[in-house]
């Protein structure tokens, strides 16, 4: 039995205004983006494949050249190429996993600052239940809008946040759980933005691992910036002596 970590670096990319040509292989601290997330699973030492899903020729090529630098630790690896959408990319990864595959993480690479930590309570997690993911409570007063979605004099409705919770990845799951799952989503015609919506939709039920950690996803320019002051804050931190 195997554990996969799929990676998915096919996103366009587009709110980056340009800053970059493709986010998961801009620099930060040292490293791509991309290859931040290989080496924390790495060093969490939790999977024994990973799943690449890559946008196009171009990329596969740079994504390649970027792997070739790192001590895999005889982790292999398999290249998936990706869909028009996450979800159809998470499927055609799920579909080509080698067997016999027992669990699966499916982890964005826009986010590179997710802990080997993290990784690691959730595999522990994840052998006790069947379907798990990093995430955190909600601290922002949350406020729901018309069905319309118009935001002009409107009566705003007032949401609980203490049963709010942010998702984060990685998600982990019991492989055929997530592939029958992602299944019934293409089936259905079904549109859903995280892992655990797909899980839902067939009646799966989801652990939350707290994550007290920033993993925070890199969606605009100013998003990379503050993951790079986060990688300085880092390293100053674990570079002071204590008295």
């Given at each position: 039995?195997?554990?996969?970590?799929?990676?998915?670096?096919?996103?366009?990319?587009?709110?980056?205004?340009?800053?970059?040509?493709?986010?998961?292989?801009?620099?930060?601290?040292?490293?791509?983006?991309?290859?931040?997330?290989?080496?924390?699973?790495?060093?969490?030492?939790?999977?024994?494949q990973?799943?690449?899903?890559?946008?196009?020729?171009?990329?596969?090529?740079?994504?390649?050249?970027?792997?070739?630098?790192?001590?895999?630790?005889?982790?292999?690896?398999?290249w998936?190429?990706?869909?028009?959408?996450?979800?159809?990319?998470?499927?055609n990864?799920?579909?080509q996993?080698?067997?016999?595959?027992?669990?699966?993480?499916?982890?964005?690479?826009?986010?590179?600052?997710?802990?080997?930590?993290?990784?690691?309570?959730?595999?522990?997690?994840?052998?006790?239940?069947k379907?798990?993911?990093?995430?955190?409570?909600?601290?922002?007063?949350?406020?729901?809008?018309?069905?319309?979605?118009?935001?002009?004099?409107?009566?705003?409705?007032?949401?609980?946040?203490?049963?709010?919770?942010?998702?984060?990845?990685?998600?982990?799951?019991?492989?055929?759980?997530?592939?029958?799952?992602?299944?019934?989503?293409?089936?259905?015609h079904?549109?859903?933005?995280?892992?655990?919506?797909?899980?839902?939709?067939?009646?799966?039920?989801?652990?939350?691992?707290?994550?007290?950690?920033?993993?925070?996803?890199?969606t605009?320019?100013?998003?990379?910036?503050?993951?790079?002051?986060?990688?300085?804050?880092?390293?100053?931190?674990?570079?002071?002596?204590?008295?």
């Amino acid at each position: 039995m195997t554990t996969t970590a799929i990676l998915l670096a096919a996103g366009s990319g587009s709110r980056m205004q340009g800053s970059v040509v493709d986010k998961v292989l801009a620099p930060l601290n040292g490293k791509t983006v991309f290859t931040h997330s290989i080496h924390a699973f790495l060093a969490a030492a939790c999977v024994d494949q990973f799943t690449i899903v890559y946008r196009d020729a171009s990329q596969h090529s740079e994504l390649q050249q970027d792997l070739a630098s790192i001590d895999l630790k005889g982790t292999t690896v398999t290249w998936v190429i990706g869909g028009k959408e996450r979800q159809d990319s998470v499927l055609n990864a799920l579909e080509q996993q080698p067997q016999p595959c027992q669990y699966v993480y499916i982890h964005d690479c826009a986010r590179p600052l997710i802990s080997p930590d993290s990784i690691r309570q959730l595999d522990a997690a994840l052998k006790k239940d069947k379907a798990v993911v990093l995430a955190h409570p909600v601290a922002d007063t949350i406020k729901r809008i018309p069905a319309d979605k118009q935001t002009q004099n409107v009566l705003l409705e007032d949401l609980d946040r203490t049963r709010l919770w942010a998702m984060e990845t990685p998600q982990g799951f019991e492989y055929a759980l997530i592939l029958e799952a992602y299944q019934h989503v293409k089936t259905e015609h079904l549109s859903i933005t995280d892992d655990t919506a797909a899980a839902a939709s067939i009646g799966i039920h989801s652990t939350l691992v707290h994550n007290p950690l920033p993993n925070p996803k890199i969606t605009t320019p100013k998003d990379l910036q503050f993951a790079e002051w986060l990688c300085q804050q880092s390293a100053h931190s674990k570079s002071v002596t204590p008295l």
